[in-house]
């Protein structure tokens, strides 16, 4: 199963810290591609993650910043503003959020997690089995870190 880019609907997104679900674990999904995010987003809801989303990488790190409970973040590599690389520079100097695992997916090929120091890459278009088994190991379900 792979992820659609036909999305005809935008899903308002609730803020994670809101969520009153104890052991729900919250995902920023972070990509430029509108469709990409938004149905990655409705996805994720529907499977009982609570969702932020940010179009770029300096999005994300406000985003973070706001919210440093985040579980872990969704990152695509390739965006304008700030790319996931940089996203991934600033993060890690940042204490308040340095330790908020991530998972990058991307349609640029072969990526060493290494290379970037993160906890998996997913390849586009992604398999929603990869995907929702890289985000438990990356965040396994426990309750919310408030």
Not at 26 to 41: A, F, G, K, M, P
Not at 115 to 128: F, H, R, S, T
């Amino acid at each position: 199963m792979v992820v659609s880019r036909d999305s005809s609907s935008t899903k308002t997104l609730e803020d994670p810290a809101d969520d009153s679900r104890a052991s729900t674990r919250s995902i920023l999904v972070v990509d430029d591609d509108i469709d990409i995010r938004s149905t990655l987003c409705e996805y994720l809801e529907d499977e009982g993650y609570a969702v932020g989303s940010a179009a770029n990488g300096q999005d994300a790190l406000d985003y973070l910043r706001e919210h440093p409970t985040t579980s872990v973040v969704l990152l695509d590599l390739m965006m304008p503003i700030m790319d996931g690389y940089q996203f991934r520079i600033e993060q890690k100097s940042d204490p308040a959020i340095a330790s908020i695992p991530v998972v990058v997916m991307t349609a640029r090929g072969a990526v060493d997690r290494t290379e970037i120091d993160v906890d998996q890459v997913l390849a586009k278009p992604l398999e929603l089995t990869r995907l929702r088994a890289a985000l438990d190991r990356a965040a396994p379900a426990t309750p919310s870190r408030s």
